[in-house]
């Protein structure tokens, strides 16, 4: 039973709970002891998660200023005989079909394994839209015990903004409303299992400052572990590309005061093509592999990766049946599939833990500290970057993400500018006022305030996407100046 309302009056419930949600965060093995691997055996594995997302836009169909807020999902479904809106049907059974699969697989027999990322802003949407076949699947593997131990949900950011270019503190409030909102709909029990984290379009920051502050919020909301991109991260003996991306690492945040904190880090390999997951690319990279060996333990390898889980065709269409065709094949071999928490959980039980795995840090970073004295402070830290980057035209702090060919900073002004101007006002007039987070004034602002932090309104630079952040600026300017 869902402990939490899921709406209050009209509004995601998606603050005033959070002490609770941590206090309930199960500290123990959660995975591992409902496994049914032979771990022994186990020379690779891997893992594979699907990333779904839709963003929250005002009604196209009505106008600009007094639209309605809907799903750009509803909007498809609207139009299908737009563009490529007739995929919207498709996009529906997708969101929903690991909730037969899993089920499917199972009595017969195998050992499935998913990890799923779903933004809330995409679970908002199928929420408001009514699409209670979704969420009736999704429930049963998700909180059925004979079926969620093969499922494994990883934490995100509410709005799906990009981290390296989202003020600390909203980060923050994203990450926590997901949580929020996520026990709202399938219960705290649910929640308390969620140790792994998936950056919005693997978005990392490489700015000190923020990456330690975006590192503290993870292990704040009890998080374990969190999946990074390869190219945005380099050892921290010497600034190289990672030697063997298929083991855990640690993850070092250090930022100017001299403050260190680490978090266990787990390297998505590849680029970004939906198809290297579609088509289970991972199962035969892994099938290669051996074990290796992790403070004087033999361990297996892991392969990791993550992809949309709705777009493209391979996708939509060939994914279901090379699914169950990997799966079938690959259970009770040498190279099952797992899930993270439960990969790592075995090697815990091994003794072997964060404190052993590599060490690394954001991409960068290397050139910092190679010229900084730590706990120089802020001023000096930006000295540095200014610094460095005058020497050396490839460095930048703009962070990293699943493409190298995207700054979620230059070429964003006309629509940055307006997000700044509403992260500044609410944390002047909300915030820094220690406004309750019960108060439903509050939830209605952070609801909106995390909207126009939504990474499409930047993806697509100018046009009618930008349009739509600044509209959703404009509101929540509007809604800060009313009842604040």
């Known amino acids: 039973m869902t402990e939490i309302k899921q709406y209050i009056d009209g509004v995601p419930n998606i603050c005033g709970a959070e002490k609770t949600l941590l206090t ?46 809907i799903s750009n999902l509803q909007d498809m ?27 499917e697989l199972l009595d017969d027999g195998k050992e499935p394994r998913v990890m799923l990322d779903y933004s ?8 408001k839209m009514g699409l209670n076949d979704v969420f009736e699947n999704l429930r049963k593997i998700t909180c059925d015990s004979k079926y969620w131990p093969c499922t494994e949900w990883l934490g995100s950011a509410w709005g799906h903004p990009v981290a390296p270019s989202t003020p600390v503190q909203d980060y923050r409030l994203h990450v926590n409303a997901w949580l929020h909102f996520f026990a709202a709909i399938f219960g705290t029990k649910a929640a308390s299992r969620i140790k792994g984290f998936s950056p919005s379009e693997m978005a990392l920051p490489n700015h000190p400052d923020v990456f330690y502050e975006f590192v503290k919020t993870l292990k704040d909301a009890g998080y374990r572990w969190v999946m990074v991109q390869e190219h945005t991260v380099e050892h921290v003996e010497n600034g190289w590309g990672l030697q063997y991306p298929h083991r855990p690492h640690k993850l070092i945040a250090k930022n100017s005061k001299g403050e260190t904190i680490s978090i266990t880090a787990i390297i998505k390999t590849q680029g970004s093509d939906t198809k290297l997951v579609a088509q289970m690319q991972p199962y035969y990279e892994a099938v290669g592999l051996n074990r290796i060996e992790l403070d004087g333990k033999s361990v297996p390898s892991l392969v990791t990766q993550i992809a949309d889980g709705e777009n493209g065709g391979v996708m939509m269409n060939e994914f279901p049946g090379k699914y169950k065709d990997t799966i079938r094949e690959c ?117 909106h305030l995390m909207l126009t932090q939504t990474s499409c309104f930047r993806y697509w630079g100018e046009g009618q996407w930008a349009d739509y952040g600044r509209e959703l600026c404009r509101r929540t300017l509007e809604i800060l100046e009313r009842d604040f």
């Open 331 to 447: 259970s009770g071999t040498q190279t099952p599939a797992v899930n993270v928490t439960e990969y790592l959980e075995y090697l815990e039980s091994l003794g072997v833990n964060e404190d052993n795995f590599p060490a690394i840090q954001p991409t960068m970073q290397y050139f910092i500290w190679e010229n900084f004295e730590g706990g120089s402070g802020p001023e000096r830290l930006n000295e540095v970057i200014e610094k460095l980057g005058k020497e050396n035209h490839q460095f930048h702090m703009e962070g990293g993400s699943w493409t190298n060919n995207i700054s979620w900073v230059k070429g964003y002004d006309k629509l940055l500018k307006p997000m700044e101007q509403v992260s500044a006002e609410f944390n002047r007039k909300v915030l820094a006022k220690g406004i309750n987070p019960s108060e439903q004034r509050y939830r209605n602002a952070l609801y």
């Open 24 to 69: 309930k965060k199960d500290k123990q093995q959660v995975f591992l002891p409902h496994s049914r691997i032979n771990w022994e055996n186990v020379k690779s594995a891997y893992a594979i998660a699907l990333h779904m997302h839709q963003p929250i836009i005002p009604n196209p169909d009505q106008s600009l200023n007094q639209a309605d807020e």
């Open 120 to 127: 809330g802003t995409l679970l908002h949407g199928m929420l």
């Open 77 to 103: 479904m609207n139009h299908p005989d737009s563009g490529d809106n007739h995929n919207a049907t498709v996009f529906h059974q997708c969101y929903k079909r690991m909730g037969d699969f899993i089920p």
